[in-house]
């Protein structure tokens, strides 16, 4: 193909655009090589930190080209790639063609349109899509203009879903904070009936302020379970996993009251020597 | 005596498909084993009687029994404390008969006349700085006879049945020779008395419930992760234990952020039995 930057009738600032898209769309295949080859490796799977560390790399390299590709939309609209007159296109024919394809492989095109598919299920407008702008599979250039041409938007086409989602999740903390924080029951609690709830609280939670060290027990008594997914376990049964291990002991669910039933307890330090009174 | 050291936690109801995707993928363990245990509890109402009365028939017998020095740990130990015992027959085909019948069936004649286990599980030791807290450890033995033949020896020992309930269970095995036990309970059986211990020759077969239709103790499941340390030799006993803790933390530490291994009171798994049954 072209075997210079003066046959391309390029400007050395431009040629060095090329040459850094080029090196990113490198980067970019490396860092989904080594992942590729990252969960082949590991069984089942890498661990949580390794797979959020390469989601992290292959964001930020598709940011960079992104960026990369709004700065120079005008060049890479501009440039079309052409066999310079002494490529052996007659023995390299299948190579020539597969470097001037414009459209996307059945394949490729396939993914394409089954993300947007989940953007649309998602309720994701796709004409602020990168490519949907197109509306078509005819592609003019290459390169992939992620601007709207239109609005001259900026650059994440995302901005507005990104503004709704804030402001619906600050909604949610506002209403959590001013009103459910405050319920010392929940819903499902309270049609099964208060009365019914065992709080290990000798007062009600209804009729006075708790104290906070009492607020602090309460959730110590009642986080465990619910950390351990049996938020809903039947209050009114009381079941507990030590009823469970009594049942396999001795054969009924009749704990004793001396059995702690707090069934995760603090993690107590190692007891040292108190501190030297001052 | 071996020892059971283990940990446990609590899977509830809903997150038991992911639990046992994760298992089977952390031990590589093809197939999995899906077993329903009938577990029966037995203790002696006549607490004057010490011990297994019947060990020096059993010391004497020709030949002598495969389960002998289990018999002489059971004895010294009931020599000193009463406790409550568990029997468990495995019913497992029984149980797929029955899902398959769609009703209950009769305990078949295999599963009557084959392999019972009486297992005691001594009090768990008392919390130790040098044992990580999520681990447990108590004394535990495993006594293996047909059928028909630990029943008479538990009678005639002067055992009898408290209550019995089935048990669910999956496990697996990983290369350290640890057993994962997803774990959970019936007790609301058909018949809410108890059989008695020793089957009369005219007493129809146990009927083994149609566990489509039962509902579980509790909405969760339990996971053990259990080893057994071999108590012999006893010179190097301490060296196994030690091992077998680093063992366990080495699983809780690769599974953290999946299973959160509790500390439970000790007290809920006392087997201690003073003579008193409650109503």
Redesign the interface.
């Known amino acids: 193909m072209a075997d210079g930057k003066d046959s391309l009738r390029l400007a050395p600032d431009e040629f060095k655009q090329l040459e850094v898209l080029r090196n990113r769309f490198h980067q970019l295949t490396h860092s989904l090589n080594s992942l590729f080859n990252d969960i082949q490796r590991s069984?089942?799977l890498p661990s949580?930190e390794s797979l959020t560390a390469s989601a992290a790399i292959l964001q930020k390299s598709l940011e960079t080209i992104q960026k990369l590709a709004d700065e120079n939309s005008d060049l890479f609209q501009r440039i079309v790639v052409h066999p310079s007159t002494n490529f052996p296109g007659r023995t390299q024919e299948h190579i020539l063609l597969q470097l001037l394809r414009k459209k996307l492989e059945p394949e490729v095109e396939s993914w394409v349109e089954d993300a947007r598919s989940v953007a649309r299920a998602s309720g994701l407008d796709p004409s602020k899509l990168a490519s949907a702008q197109q509306r078509s599979n005819d592609y003019d250039d290459d390169d992939d203009d992620y601007r709207d041409e239109e609005e001259d938007a900026p650059s994440d086409p995302f901005n507005e879903q990104w503004a709704d989602m804030f402001q619906v999740s600050m909604d949610s903390i506002r209403d959590y904070l001013m009103n459910q924080a405050n319920e010392p029951y929940t819903i499902a609690e309270r049609e099964m009936g208060i009365e019914n709830v065992r709080t290990g609280l000798k007062r009600s939670l209804e009729e006075e302020d708790s104290e906070e060290e009492d607020e602090d027990e309460d959730e110590d008594e009642d986080r465990?379970l619910a950390?351990?997914?049996?938020g809903?376990?039947?209050a009114a049964n009381l079941?507990h996993?030590?009823?469970?291990?009594?049942?396999?002991?001795?054969?009924?669910?009749?704990?004793?009251k001396?059995?702690?039933?707090?069934?995760?307890?603090k993690?107590?330090k190692?007891r040292g020597r108190p501190a030297p009174a001052q | 005596m071996p020892v059971e050291v283990f940990l446990i936690t609590v899977v509830p109801a809903a997150d038991t498909t992911k639990a046992r995707s994760v298992l089977h993928g952390y031990t590589e363990t093809r197939p999995v084993t899906h077993r329903f245990t009938r577990v029966r509890h037995v203790r002696r109402l006549d607490q004057s009687i010490r011990g297994i009365p019947i060990l020096r028939s059993l010391q004497s017998s020709n030949p002598k029994p495969d389960s002998l020095a289990q018999w002489q740990d059971l004895h010294s130990t009931l020599s000193r404390q009463q406790y409550m015992l568990t029997e468990r027959v495995d019913i497992t085909q029984d149980a797929e008969a029955a899902v398959a019948a769609g009703q209950p069936v009769p305990m078949s004649e295999q599963t009557q006349k084959g392999e019972r286990i009486l297992r005691f599980n001594d009090f768990p030791d008392p919390p130790n700085p040098r044992v990580p807290q999520t681990v447990m450890q108590r004394k535990q033995i495993d006594i293996r006879e047909p059928g028909p033949l630990l029943e008479q020896h538990m009678a005639d020992s002067g055992f009898s049945v408290a209550n019995e309930y089935i048990e669910e269970t999956y496990h697996w095995w990983d290369n350290n020779n640890l057993e994962f036990v997803l774990w959970r309970q019936y007790n609301d059986l058909p018949n809410p008395t108890p059989a008695p211990l020793v089957q009369a020759p005219d007493q129809a077969n146990w009927m083994v419930p149609d566990m489509s239709k039962m509902e579980p103790v509790a909405p969760f499941w339990m996971l053990y992760v259990r080893a057994l340390v071999d108590a012999n030799p006893v010179d190097r006993m301490a060296e196994r234990m030690a091992e077998a803790h680093g063992r366990l933390g080495k699983v809780e530490k690769e599974l953290e952020g999946v299973f959160s291994f509790m500390v439970f009171d000790r007290r809920a798994l006392d087997t201690r039995y003073t003579g008193e049954d409650p109503e």
């Open positions: 069984q089942p949580q465990p950390a351990a997914g049996l809903n376990v039947n079941f996993p030590e009823h469970v291990l009594w049942l396999a002991s001795r054969g009924n669910m009749k704990v004793p001396n059995v702690d039933l707090e069934a995760i307890r993690r107590e190692p």
